[in-house]
């Protein structure tokens, strides 16, 4: 059962391939040094970079995920972007990018170096390399299988062909191109998908018939009415929603170490605000982002809560897995098969293949810098000239995207990488948000504790893991792989976000204890612009005061707080 | 000065735009019971016509502005 596709919509997908390719090809004579590649000049207007910001992270996982989480666990996924998502962004525009800019450094593992120490450096820029590569291989692998699954498309061919353009496109234009594909691509993505959410609501009957559809969902599942459409009201009692998952984990392990350790200290998107042009212009990078980000839960997630809404009321809508339960993986393809004709289909479709290239253009820049700058330059050649290291850079782009496609491949052929690399990363990244917080906020903090905070935050993640099981799930993969099972959570999210709050604590604690029975080795004099206390108070007083980060920020933390109230 | 990012965003739009719309007009109705009966790639294409102008118009009109800039200089 293919989804057909006309000679209008192959035109349309080889336009946006064409105008993709070209802005590549149209910037390659404005890379004249690393800056250029790796920074983009330090050259991007404010809403440029924070619409790169927002798309970078737009990766076709996050199109297909966050509406396959609207299907099974209805409105309580906004908590991934009003809980999550916005607060943390306000806080890296307003609190950390006056370091991560005014600092200088051209990437987060080198913040960490100027901070701390070279071994914190080199164990964030290994980890963060490799992640990043598999990162992108396994969004490669998804994106293939889907179109395969729902297209007929060959999944080699749809591999090496959407390798190829994101390869030609850095290749050429570097950061500049990735950014400005990404603006290009963040369009694209919300003019695709907007039909598809303004004609399912029309016909499920505008949002009180959605409430209503919802509601049968949720008493089929053994839930009270609300469970689907309401955000808050079913969060007292791990038990009483679908995402197993009570207050306190919630806002503790997704609204503050996840999210915060994501949008905060993941390179793919502070690379972003890295490359604005002013520090007034960084800070509200991220904030700007906030604004369309708020938005994208009726993009992303209420398809999916329209597809099971369907499904329930109509029958038969999405299709069964192996055992029996609906896939929800394919409820945004199967809207956009359901709902578009020939033409706005292949709107739709390209819309998801920018949201794939979107996606991997931000892992694959972030590695070569990563590479370049802190692995290359730092350990195997430095002091080479800038034209050496430009070359560098863009061989790195050629080799990690080869590399990509490698772990696009390794994924096919072992089923069970994809939730062991996904775990790997929830123990890597967890922690690394009490280090920067230590970091930027505690002068007294080592270059000892935070390295060996780390790595002891990431074995209390590992050992938690091990010791507990999701409901449901036999040891192994999912947990419980240490022998005892000493506590079984009511799902995997509810096991996911208190497997942060561990790793936070733990590195939190550690990073503290150790740097207290550690020398310092930086003076206060060192830490000049990397750590809050010793940095001269930066003054916005040159714009004027409803232009200034700290309103945009108050604005946006306002009106996050609207809509929560709204769903609640 | 570099290349402007809304002059290729406004070209894109602009073009899909004028596609879907041409496509909307002459396409057959029947493939419209999808889209709840709704011409949607006329009318889409509409939407995506009016944003690319938009955008180009934009970027023509910040390009003539720094071309004045630069001859006054």
Known sequence: ?568 | MKLDVRLPIGMMFTLLGAILVVFGLVSDRAIYARSLGIDVNLWWGLVLLAFGLVMLTFALRSRRAQGDNGATR
């Open chain 1, 1 to 568: 059962m293919h989804i057909q596709l006309g000679a209008i919509d192959y035109t349309i997908l080889i336009i946006y391939f064409a105008f993709v390719l070209g802005i590549g090809w149209a910037l390659r004579r404005f890379i004249k040094s690393g800056d250029d590649f790796f920074l983009s000049g330090r050259a991007i207007p404010a809403w440029v970079a924070g619409l790169a910001f927002m798309s970078a992270n737009l990766g076709a996982q996050e199109v297909i995920g966050m509406g396959a989480s609207g299907a099974k666990y209805g409105m309580m996924t906004s908590h991934f972007y009003w809980l999550g998502a916005i607060p943390a962004m306000v806080f890296v525009g307003i609190f950390m990018m006056p370091f991560y800019y005014g600092s200088r450094a051209r990437s987060v593992p080198e913040y960490l170096k100027l901070r701390f120490d070279e071994k914190t450096r080199g164990f964030n820029a290994m980890t963060f390399a490799v992640m990043t590569v598999f990162s992108s291989g396994i969004s490669m692998y998804a994106l293939a299988k889907l179109l395969e699954l729902v297209l007929g498309w060959d999944f080699n061919a749809s591999i090496l062909v959407s390798a190829a353009i994101v390869l030609v496109y850095i290749f050429l234009g570097g950061l500049t191109s990735a950014i400005y594909n990404e603006v290009l691509q963040f369009f694209l993505i919300v003019l695709g998908f907007l039909p598809l959410t303004l004609l399912g609501l029309k016909d499920v009957g505008g949002w009180a018939g959605l409430t209503a559809k919802l509601h049968v969902v949720a008493t089929q599942a053994g839930f009270a009415p609300g469970a689907w459409s309401e955000s808050w009201r079913h969060v007292g009692n791990a038990h009483a929603n679908p995402m197993g998952v009570e207050w306190f984990g919630l806002v503790m392990g997704l609204g503050f170490v996840l999210s915060f350790g994501y949008w905060c200290t993941d390179f793919l998107v502070v690379q972003r605000a890295m490359a604005a042009n002013s520090m007034v212009a960084a800070r509200r990078t991220p904030l700007l982002a906030a604004i369309p980000k708020m938005l994208f839960p009726f993009l992303v997630i209420v398809p999916g809560m329209i597809a099971i809404a369907l499904h329930v009321t109509r029958g038969g809508f999405l299709p069964l897995g192996a055992d029996g339960t609906p896939n929800y993986n394919l409820a945004v393809p199967v809207m956009l098969g359901h709902y578009l004709p020939t033409g706005l289909l292949g709107l739709g479709l390209t819309a998801l293949m920018a949201s794939f290239m979107s996606g991997m253009a931000g892992n694959v820049t972030a590695f070569n810098t990563v590479w370049t700058y802190d692995i290359y330059q730092s350990y195997i050649r430095p002091g080479q000239s800038d034209k050496h290291y430009l070359r560098m850079g863009q061989a790195a782009t050629v080799f990690g995207i080869l590399f990509s496609v490698a772990a696009a491949y390794v994924t096919t052929r072992f089923n069970n990488i994809m939730d062991m690399l996904q775990l790997v990363f929830a123990f890597v990244n967890a922690p690394l948000f009490a280090t920067f917080l230590l970091g930027m906020f505690w002068r007294r903090a080592t270059g000892h504790g935070a390295f060996f905070g780390l790595l002891i935050g990431t074995g209390v993640a590992a050992l938690h893991n091990g010791l507990v099981l999701p409901l449901g799930a036999v040891p192994g993969i999912k947990g419980g792989f240490l022998g005892a099972v000493i506590h079984t959570y009511p799902s995997e999210m509810a096991q996911n976000f208190w497997t942060a709050i561990f790793a936070w604590t733990a590195c939190f604690v550690a990073t503290i204890v150790i740097s207290l029975l550690t020398q310092r080795k930086k003076s206060d004099d060192e830490l000049k612009g990397l750590v809050y206390a010793l940095t001269p108070r930066l003054k916005d007083r040159e714009s004027p005061w409803y232009k200034q980060p700290a309103t945009l920020g108050v604005i946006v933390l306002g009106l996050t707080v609207v809509l929560n109230v709204i769903f609640w």
